[in-house]
C-alpha cells in the first residue's frame, strides 16, 4: 500500500500547496528557458521540497509540457513518478556522505542524457555531505556540463559552506499554513471517502507545525484507526492529545494554586499512557491566544515557565517526578493569590497577578514560613536545580539584619552537602527575591561526611 504523502504527492506546479512564490518562480523561469545548473531547496521538513524538484525534473524532460506543467502522460513522465528514468538520479546524503559517493556523480555528469533532454540530480539533505564530498561538488558546480542540473535540498542551510550556495539559485519554502493543511486534507478524505470533522481537521492541522507530509502521515494513521469516520474524540485519543477542557484545568490549576488536582491530573495523564510535553505544548499554545489579544507579562512569564519545564521532561527518564515537581512548584507560587482561569480573556485576575509577581513586597518576602521562601525560590527561578530545591524543602530559616541562616539538623547532612554545592546559585536566587538580604548563611548540626553523595544516591533519594 503507498503512503498518502506518496500518493497525493505534487503532480502539477499548479498543485503545490502553500508555495507560491516557488510556482511563479519556476512558472517564469521556463517560460524564458532560464535554467539554472544548480538549485538549493531550503526549508522545514515536509514543505515540498522534495516534490518540487521531482516536478523540475518532469517537466524538463517531459516529451510534451504543458506550459510549465508537465503533462503526467508520456513514458518519461511517468517512469520519473515511478523512479526508473535512468536520467534523473536521486541521491540520500545522509546516508551516501562521502567523497566516493560525489566523485561517482561528477564523473557521471561526463556523459549526456539516455532518454531525456537533461540529466537531474536531486541531493536530499545535501548540507550533512563531508567536507571532502563538499569540495568535490564544488568542482561539479564551478563547470557544470550544459545538460546538468543539480537540485540539492536541505533543512539546515546554515551548515553549507558559502562557496556552494554562492554557485546555486537559493529557492526558500516556508510553512504552510493550517488553513491549505485543513483544504489539503479535506480534499484527500474526500478522495479517500472517510467522513471527518472540523476539529479533527485543525487538531491535526495544527499537530503537523506546517508539514503538508506530516499532516498526511497524521491522517493517515487516525484514517487506519477510525476506518471510514473519524470523530475528535478518537483524533485526540490517537494522537496522544488532550481535549480542550482537560488543558483549560491544567491551566486553571496551576494559575489557582490547587495541588492536589494537579497531582490527580497528573496520575490520570500517565495512566493512560499520554506524553505531558503533549499538556505543555497545548498549554502553551492556549496561552499564546490570549497573549495575542491581552497583551499581559504575567501570561508571557507562565508561558516561559512551562518551556522550561518541557525543556527538562525531552531528556528525563522519570518524567512523571520531574513533570509532579516542576508542576507544584509553580502552583505554590500561585497558591495564595485567588486566580482563576476563564475561557475568555483574563483582565482583572491576571493585572493582580502581575502586580504580585512584579511589585516588592516587603512584608510578604521578609516574613512568613519556609515553605513561602521555596515559593518564591521556584516562581523567580525557572531553572532551579532540582536537587537544591529538595535540599532546601525540609529546612527551618530565619532572616535577621539582612542575613539569611538556614539550619540543617543532624540527619540532614546530604542536603547540607548538596546546598554547599550550590550555594552560589542559592545566593542568586535569594538576593534576587528577598528585598534586604545581602547574606546567606548555612548552619549544621552534626559532623559532615566529607565525600558528597554519588548521583546514583542523591536519585534515589530525591525520587524515592
Known amino acids: 500500500m503507498v503512503s498518502l504523502y506518496r500518493k497525493y504527492r505534487s503532480k502539477t506546479f499548479d498543485e503545490l500547496i502553500g508555495q507560491d512564490h516557488v510556482r511563479r518562480y519556476f512558472a517564469n523561469a521556463l517560460d524564458r528557458k532560464e535554467i539554472s545548473h544548480a538549485y538549493i531547496f531550503t526549508g522545514p521538513r515536509g514543505t515540498g ?7 523540475l525534473a518532469k517537466v524538463l524532460n517531459c516529451c510534451d509540457p504543458e506550459g510549465y506543467n508537465p503533462c ?26 562521502g567523497i566516493d559517493e560525489i566523485r561517482e556523480i561528477r564523473d557521471s555528469t561526463n556523459y549526456r542524457p539516455v532518454h531525456g533532454k537533461y540529466k537531474v540530480y536531486i541531493i536530499d539533505e545535501f548540507h550533512m555531505l563531508t567536507k571532502e564530498a563538499f569540495n568535490a561538488l564544488l568542482k561539479t558546480l564551478e563547470e557544470p556540463p550544459e545538460h546538468v542540473v543539480f537540485i540539492l535540498a536541505t533543512t539546515n542551510l546554515e551548515k553549507v559552506p558559502q562557496t556552494i550556495i554562492s554557485r546555486s539559485q537559493l529557492i526558500s519554502f516556508k510553512n504552510i499554513r493550517e488553513k491549505d493543511i485543513v483544504m489539503l486534507l479535506r480534499k484527500v ?47 485526540l485519543s490517537i494522537l496522544g492529545l488532550f481535549d480542550d477542557d482537560m488543558v483549560e484545568e491544567f491551566i486553571n490549576f496551576l494559575i489557582s494554586g490547587d495541588v492536589d488536582n494537579l497531582l490527580r491530573l497528573s496520575s490520570d495523564l500517565f ?47 522519570n518524567k512523571k517526578a520531574v513533570f509532579e515537581i516542576y508542576v507544584t512548584s509553580l502552583a505554590y507560587g500561585y497558591k495564595k493569590l485567588d ?31 519556609y515553605q513561602l521562601m521555596l515559593q518564591k525560590l521556584a516562581n523567580e527561578s525557572s531553572k532551579m536545580n532540582l536537587g537544591l530545591f529538595f535540599a532546601l524543602k525540609n529546612n527551618t530559616y530565619e532572616i535577621s539584619e539582612g542575613k539569611l541562616t ?13 546546598t554547599r554545592k550550590y550555594l552560589s546559585e542559592l545566593k542568586i536566587n535569594v538576593l534576587g527575591t528577598f ?19 554519588s548521583n546514583q544516591d542523591l536519585s534515589s533519594k530525591l525520587f524515592s
Open 435 to 453: 528585598k534586604g538580604v545581602s547574606e546567606v548563611k548555612l548552619v549544621f548540626d552534626g559532623d559532615v561526611k566529607k565525600d558528597f553523595p
Open 271 to 317: 495512566e493512560s499512557g499520554k506524553e505531558p510535553e503533549a499538556l505543555i505544548e497545548q498549554s502553551i499554545e492556549k496561552l499564546f491566544i490570549k497573549i495575542k489579544n491581552d497583551k499581559n507579562y504575567a501570561l508571557v512569564k507562565l508561558v516561559r515557565e512551562l518551556n522550561e519545564v518541557s525543556k527538562e521532561l525531552k531528556y528525563s527518564e
Open 72 to 97: 503526467n502522460n508520456c513514458g518519461n513522465c511517468k517512469a520519473i513518478d515511478e523512479g526508473s528514468f535512468m536520467d534523473v538520479i536521486e541521491l540520500d546524503a545522509a546516508s551516501n556522505r
Open 406 to 418: 538556614i539550619f540543617f539538623p543532624s540527619e540532614s547532612s546530604m542536603e547540607y552537602q548538596i
Open 189 to 235: 478524505s474526500a478522495q479517500e471517502g472517510v467522513t471527518i470533522d472540523e476539529k479533527s481537521l485543525n487538531v491535526i492541522s495544527k499537530r503537523a507545525k506546517g508539514g503538508a507530509r506530516d499532516a498526511l502521515s497524521l491522517f493517515e494513521q487516525v484514517m487506519k484507526f477510525c476506518s471510514k469516520e473519524v470523530t475528535s474524540s478518537e483524533t
Open 49 to 55: 521540497k522534495t516534490s518540487t524538484a521531482r516536478l
Open 339 to 369: 486566580i482563576k482561569y476563564e475561557t475568555n480573556l483574563i483582565n482583572e485576575s491576571i493585572n493582580s497577578l502581575e502586580q504580585s509577581f512584579f511589585t516588592e513586597d516587603s512584608e510578604q518576602t521578609c516574613g512568613g514560613d
